[in-house]
C-alpha cells in the first residue's frame, strides 16, 4: 500500500507573540529545557524572576514534550507567586513539526481559559513563535499537588462516571455558548471545527500511522472486514462528515476538539478539568460529547444507555444557560454520523504516545456498525 504524502499545515496567518521583546526563538526540533533557558522565558512575563536550580521530576515525550519539574525561584520569583511544582509542554519531540497545533494550544491559553467557565489547569506562560513555524509553548500548574488523578482513555469510569463527565462537559459548552468572545471578528486566532486543515485533512496528515495499524494482526483482528478491503474508506467517510459539518447550522460554543479521557484530569471532588487544548475549536458540541461518551463505555453500556446519557447531556447544557440547543432526535443524527471523528483518530493512534488504542478502536468500530454510521455518511 502507497503511503500518501502528508500535506504541510503551516501557520499561514500568524498571530503577534504576547511579548515583543523577547528576541530568542522558542526552540524547535528535539530539545531538553534547563533553568538558564526557562529563566529567560519567565522574565518575559514575570521581569526580575530567575530559576535558581530547576530539577526535571518526570518526561512524558510523546508527540508532544511534557516536563515535570521542580523549580527553586529567586526573590522575585517567588513574589511574583510562581510555584516550585511546572509542567512545561511544547513540542521537542522532533515529530509533526507541518502542523501548527503547538502555537494554537499557546494562544488558547494566552487568549481565552480566564473566559471559561469550566476549569482547566492554570497557565503561568504561553508564548508562541509568530515565524509561521507552528511552535508554541506552555508553563503550567503541576496537577499532581492537586490531589487528584490524570484521566487514560481506557479508564472505566461506568455509566455514573460518564454521566458526571458529561455534566462538566455541559458546562464548558455553554460558558461561551454563542458567545461574541469567540466570534471571528473576536478571536480570529480560533480556528472553526472541521475549516482547518488540522481537522479537515486529519486523516490524510496521519496516515503514515493508520497504515501501521492496518499491517498489526491484533487491530485488523477487530476491524470491520469492509474497511480492511478498502482501507481508504475512512477517508472518504471523514471527507463526507467534513462536509456535513459545514452545511450545518447552529450556535457555535469553544470544544476541546479531541475529548477523550486522557485529556482530563479529575479532581479529588470528582469534577473533570480539561486539558489539551491543541485543537480547541470554535464548533458545535456534537464533536466533543461523541467522542466523549463513545470512548468512556464500554460497548455493551453505550448500546444501553447512549441516548439516555444524551438527553442527561442536553438537560445539564439547557440547565447551565445554553439556548436554541436541538432536540434529542436531532441530536442523535449527529452523534451517529460524528463517530467517524472517533473512527478515523483512533486507527491512526500509536500507543507509544500515551493512550491505548485497541479498546477504543473497538468501541468506536462497534458504534460505527451499530449507528450505520458508514452508509450514513457514504451511502452503502
Not at 496537577?143 to 482513555?153: I, K, V, Y
Amino acid at each position: 500500500m502507497a503511503t500518501a504524502a502528508a500535506p504541510t499545515v503551516i501557520d499561514t496567518n500568524p498571530v503577534p507573540r504576547p511579548y515583543p521583546a523577547r528576541t530568542e526563538r522558542l526552540p524547535t526540533g528535539r530539545f531538553m529545557p534547563d533553568a538558564a533557558w526557562l529563566s529567560r522565558l519567565m522574565a518575559n512575563r514575570y521581569p526580575g524572576a530567575a530559576t535558581e536550580k530547576m530539577e526535571v521530576v518526570q518526561l512524558f515525550d510523546s508527540h508532544t514534550t511534557k516536563l515535570r519539574v521542580a523549580v527553586d525561584w529567586n526573590a522575585a520569583g517567588r513574589a511574583a507567586g510562581l510555584p516550585n511544582a511546572l509542567c512545561i509542554k511544547s513540542n521537542w519531540s522532533g515529530m509533526f513539526g507541518n502542523v501548527d497545533i503547538h502555537a494554537l494550544e499557546a494562544r488558547f491559553y494566552h487568549f481565552l481559559t480566564d473566559k471559561l467557565t469550566a476549569e482547566t489547569a492554570t497557565v503561568y506562560y504561553a508564548d508562541w513563535n509568530d515565524d509561521g513555524s507552528g511552535q508554541g509553548v506552555v508553563v503550567l500548574e503541576d496537577l499532581t499537588a492537586r490531589g487528584g488523578m490524570f484521566g487514560h482513555s481506557t479508564q472505566h469510569s461506568g455509566v455514573d462516571g460518564v454521566a458526571s463527565g458529561l455534566a462538566d462537559l455541559a458546562k464548558l459548552h455553554a460558558g461561551l455558548w454563542n458567545s461574541p468572545l469567540i466570534t471571528p471578528a473576536a478571536a480570529p486566532w480560533l480556528p472553526t471545527s472541521m475549516e482547518v486543515p488540522v481537522d479537515h485533512d486529519q486523516v490524510r496528515l496521519m496516515w503514515q500511522w493508520i497504515e501501521e495499524n492496518l499491517r498489526d494482526p491484533n487491530f485488523r483482528a477487530i476491524a470491520p472486514r469492509h474497511y480492511l478491503n478498502d482501507p481508504r474508506r475512512v477517508e472518504r467517510a471523514y471527507d463526507a462528515l467534513v462536509a456535513f459539518e459545514r452545511q450545518f447550522e447552529a450556535p457555535y460554543c469553544v470544544i476541546l476538539g479531541d475529548c477523550h479521557q486522557g485529556n482530563t484530569y479529575i479532581l479529588p471532588s470528582g469534577e473533570r478539568l480539561w486539558l489539551d487544548w491543541q485543537l480547541g475549536r470554535r464548533g458545535r458540541p456534537w464533536r466533543d460529547v461523541t467522542y466523549f461518551t463513545v470512548g468512556s463505555l464500554t460497548v455493551e453500556e453505550r448500546r444501553q444507555h447512549h441516548r439516555d446519557l444524551l438527553a442527561h447531556y442536553r438537560a445539564r447544557l439547557i440547565a447551565e444557560g445554553a439556548t436554541d440547543v436541538i432536540g434529542l432526535d436531532d441530536i442523535w443524527e449527529q452523534v451517529r454520523r460524528w463517530t467517524m471523528y472517533g473512527i478515523q483518530a483512533w486507527v491512526a493512534n500509536v500507543d507509544s504516545w500515551g493512550q491505548n488504542g485497541l479498546p477504543m478502536n473497538e468501541r468506536f468500530f462497534a458504534a460505527g456498525e451499530d449507528m450505520d454510521t458508514w452508509k450514513l455518511l457514504l451511502g452503502h
